[in-house]
């Protein structure tokens, strides 16, 4: 370790973020107050933490609590904290560097637009940085809890590429930061304006928040928070506002909640919880291994953070605090995974999000802004938790072709309301997208009837209809396989009497395509397309085939099943067509057409592209004369 004055510069993602605060965060920028004061105050919550189990931490300071000083004169805004502060190590790696990973591709992603910079990096959480937006030069003593005095160390940067680190003496644990205001900043440094922010940000932090005007005439200290952790009151004592900057508080997150649920449980198992949802996913929200869960405490001290045991992976976005009266205070990760208690707990916090939704999907507006934001996580959650399916089902958004546009806001209930007397299926169809989805042969005759089709073309929608293949007794139905069957279509036999019907067509595009199809039927799903492909039931669909052999795996060949549209007039020339040579390769063209119109790659493309010249060249009065 070295004593002298150390010049290091900041990680690069560092030095963006910096930028792109200052410049996009300037019209919010007292949040810099709330983000001191949280760190304070986690601060003062770690050192509790450690403390029992290693008391001589506290020594004779154990009052622990946060106080700003304010100097008019000097400009200075400092936020002071008893707390477990920070080795020179930490205090490098704390404040030089961002540890969390897919930093550099979310600074990517920052326009310049400051609306848009600054939505973005509300998602991401601001934090210790936002001192600059309205600090020209920020500084930073600290010593660590259990070091001499002689480890402190301080920190100093003006934001611009790098900061300095030297050792200093500090008699006092914890940290010391010191805002040199800019220029048109110095409201920062007036008493008033700070007490009422303080009142505004930080009056739920649990510990006691001072505010001492230096210079100022009878100067007097003050508590100026209430001091009580939020989630310890009773729900009719908080208002709306506290509870929305809680949530920024614990999520460093500067937009509003969409919605929260604050519950005491009492009997067996006690504990509190405060649930909230926030308004946007973070930007690591599909990185799955990126921290996530609730913040422990056990009888309002601070255990940990992060304790991803109390909700299921995919609530990975909903934040809050869990205050346990039951678990053992040394509760460490291992034993908590194994506390007895912990199975029930987690299955309440569940449901209790699971209800929350519900009554947020109440209000359509509302619950299209969160479906936006997690619906997909929620189709994961679908796929995964299984004891909380038919609570997940009705939380299901879809577009359908009832829309008339690609916008996921119906749920199956609304389906079912739609659907006609006598439906007894639901309709589905897995495509690339949405233009693919809606203009496929495969929902023509489904949708000439008036019958509605869901339009599934998110990846995960594979997988979701491998789980989801019943809703209120309803089975979902993929169109695109061989057994659909329509309502008021007559009985099952009409297939094999249709089939009958046209015999010889069917025998001798079967001939001509037999090494690239199953079999050839006549169709009972097409109106405008001549020809469409399906699957037979034993299957993959091709969309799950599709997505399996672009991820690179292996699958077996199997040959799809060709429906023809008899109607069409491009299957009255076919059937009409003696040529051998031109019957073969207009049945290849439709079969290719039909590949193509389902969104799948073709086998060989420069083939059907010569079939496809040859026979325009060769077809000119003929074609013309059939199609008009
Ligand atoms: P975040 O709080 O979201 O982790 P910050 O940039 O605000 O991000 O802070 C980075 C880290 O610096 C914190 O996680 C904490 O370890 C450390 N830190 C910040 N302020 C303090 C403080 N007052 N006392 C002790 N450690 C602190």
């Not at 739920?204 to 009878?218: C, N, Q």
């Not at 399916?389 to 609304?414: E, P, V, W, Y």
């Not at 046209?502 to 025998?507: A, G, I, R, T, V």
């Not at 076919?574 to 439709?590: P, Q, T, Y």
């Amino acid at each position: 370790m070295s004593d002298k004055r150390e010049t290091l510069g900041f990680q690069t993602e560092v030095r963006q973020l910096l930028q792109l605060m200052i410049h996009s965060l300037y019209s919010n920028k007292e949040i810099f107050l709330r983000e001191l004061i949280s760190n304070a105050s986690d601060a003062a919550d770690k050192l509790r933490f450690e403390a029992l189990a290693n008391p001589e931490l506290l020594a004779d300071d154990t009052d622990l609590g946060i106080s700003i000083e304010v100097d008019k004169e000097a400009r200075t805004l400092s936020v002071v904290d008893n707390g477990i502060g920070m080795s020179r190590d930490e205090l490098i790696d704390n404040l030089g560097t961002i540890a969390k990973s897919g930093t550099a591709e979310f600074l990517q992603q920052m326009t310049g637009d400051k609306k848009h910079d600054a939505h973005l990096i509300g998602q991401f959480g601001v934090g210790f940085y936002s001192a600059f937006i309205v600090a020209d030069k920020v500084s930073v003593e600290t010593r660590r809890a259990g070091l001499g005095v002689d480890a402190a160390v301080r920190w100093e940067s003006a934001g611009e590429g790098e900061f300095t680190i030297e050792n200093i003496e500090r008699e006092d644990r914890g940290t010391r930061v010191t805002l040199h205001l800019k220029e048109d900043e110095s409201e920062f440094a007036e008493s008033f304006r700070i007490e009422s922010l303080i009142r505004k940000y930080s009056d739920h932090i649990g510990f006691p928040v001072s505010l001492t005007a230096i210079g100022e005439e009878d100067a007097e200290t003050k508590v100026v928070n209430s001091a009580t952790a939020l989630w310890t009151r009773s729900r009719s004592d908080v208002t709306e506002d506290e509870y929305k900057e809680f949530y920024k508080h614990l999520s460093h997150d500067f937009t509003d909640p969409l919605t929260w649920s604050h519950n005491r449980v009492e009997g067996k198992r006690e504990y509190t919880s405060l649930l909230y949802i926030p308004g946007a996913a973070p930007f690591d929200m599909w990185n799955r291994e990126v921290p996530r869960g609730l913040k422990l405490y056990v009888q309002r001290v601070f255990i940990m953070d992060d304790a991803e045991q109390f909700l299921p992976l995919y609530l990975r976005f909903v934040k809050g605090v869990v205050d346990s009266s039951d678990l053992p205070l040394n509760i460490s990760r291992e034993l908590l995974q194994q506390n007895p208690d912990l199975a029930a707990m987690r299955g309440a916090l569940t449901r209790r999000v699971l209800d929350m939704l519900k009554k947020v999907a109440g209000d359509k507006d509302s619950y299209q802004k969160f479906w936006g934001e997690f619906g997909q996580v929620l189709k994961e959650g679908f796929v995964e938790d299984h004891a909380n399916k038919d609570k997940l089902a009705k939380l299901l958004r879809f577009a359908t072709t009832h829309n008339g546009n690609d916008t996921q806001d119906q749920s199956l209930d609304d389906y079912l309301q739609r659907a006609k007397e006598g439906q007894e299926k639901i309709y589905y169809i897995l495509a690339e997208n949405y233009a693919t989805a809606v203009a496929s042969p495969h929902i023509e005759q489904l949708r000439s009837r008036g019958i509605e089709v869901l339009l599934l073309t998110d990846r995960i929608d594979a997988w979701l209809t491998d789980s989801l293949t019943e809703f209120e007794g309803k089975a979902l139905v993929d169109v695109a396989r061989e057994a659909l069957h329509i309502p008021e279509e007559g009985d099952e036999k009409a297939q094999d009497k249709l089939n009958d019907e046209h015999k010889s067509l069917l025998e001798k595009i079967q001939g001509a395509l037999s090494e690239r199809v199953e079999a050839v039927n006549v169709s009972r799903r097409l109106v405008d397309s001549p020809a469409c492909v399906v699957a037979s039931d034993q299957d993959l669909n091709p969309q799950v085939r599709r997505m399996l052999e672009a991820s690179g795996q292996e699958l077996p060949d199997s040959k799809p099943i060709l429906e023809i549209n008899v109607e069409h007039p491009l299957m009255t020339r076919l059937s009409g067509e003696a040529d051998d040579g031109r019957f073969g390769a207009l049945s290849n063209i439709v079969l290719d057409h039909a590949l193509l119109a389902e969104g799948s790659q073709l086998a060989n493309p420069a083939e059907y592209v010569r079939r496809m010249n040859d026979f325009l060249l060769n077809s000119g009065d003929g074609a013309d004369s059939e199609s008009s």
